[in-house]
């Protein structure tokens, strides 16, 4: 290829960076620890139905972004369509929420976002955070995982330990129609290096079922069941078929709980979802409704 080692090993040093794991093999070179299986586009429209293809307005996969849900809010100023979806390989800020970082290294996991707009008010719109819960825990069990859970509002967990987040971002006026993105991260192929710098318990598809997984496939059933719960949604809200798949995946309901919320701390034993899909906790004898927080289980 006509450079020499040094340029490679420079080379290596830059996959390393982007999350890859690299081996190297005493006098042989280096070697990827897994194959890899990049995103295509093409690929990832096989797997939506015609249907749910024609309600998306695009899609884009990229190499690298800092964050797919920043460059889709970025966006929506311009001539964003609703239904425009991007993918990345790598997310250099990838954002979780409360201000936590989403550890998202190259070609392993899936990072999408999906950009919606709704003909309606922001206060409305609470109970779609819950949705896309539901759209993601859909997905996974017709892969045929078992186990997974809901920790409200929207951390989709197998064995207390988080297999995807849900990052949903409100741009607009809080009163008229509003812009959404709805940004997915799903842990499938986790390099260890990058497990580690995770700070809260995770895990990833590999470790769940033991299988390897199209990441393509996966990313097309994600956008097309997405697709169909923000179709529902823009219709009838948070109606009481999403909220009864929710609740029945509900993995904190009855137990002990704390919710980090802006005001502070609460415990409480948690109750379950009100109608618009806020958190009922038990405080001292009185149930309190609960629009946004932290949940972690005491014991
Ligand atoms: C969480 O903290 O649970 C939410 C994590 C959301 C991560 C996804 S990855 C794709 C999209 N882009 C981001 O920057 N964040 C979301």
Known sequence: MGIGRSAVWKLIRSLEELGMEVFALRGKGYKLADPVDFLEKARVLESIDQEQRCSMAGLEVHASLDSTNRFLLDRIDGELPS???????????????????????????????????????????????????????????????AGIGLKWPNDVLWDQRKLAGILVEISGEYTGACNVVVGVGLNVNMPPAAGETIDQPWVDLRTVTGQTYDRNVLAGRLIQELVIVFTEFA??????????????????????????TGQGEVTGTAMGLDETGSLLVSVDGRTQRFFSGEVSLRF
Do not use: T
């Open 83 to 145: 239904g425009f979806v991007c993918l990345a390989e790598h997310q250099s800020r990838g954002r979780g929420r409360r201000g936590r970082s989403w550890i998202s290294p190259f070609a392993s996991n899936l990072y999408l976002s999906i950009f919606w707009r709704f003909d309606m008010a922001g206060q409305s719109l609470s109970g779609l955070s819950l949705a896309a819960g539901v759209a993601v825990a859909r997905v996974l069990a017709a892969e045929g995982v």
């Open 235 to 260: 219709s009838r809200g948070l109606d009481e078929r999403l909220l009864a798949e929710w609740e029945a995946l509900d993995v904190v309901r009855g137990r002990s709980i704390s919710l980090l």
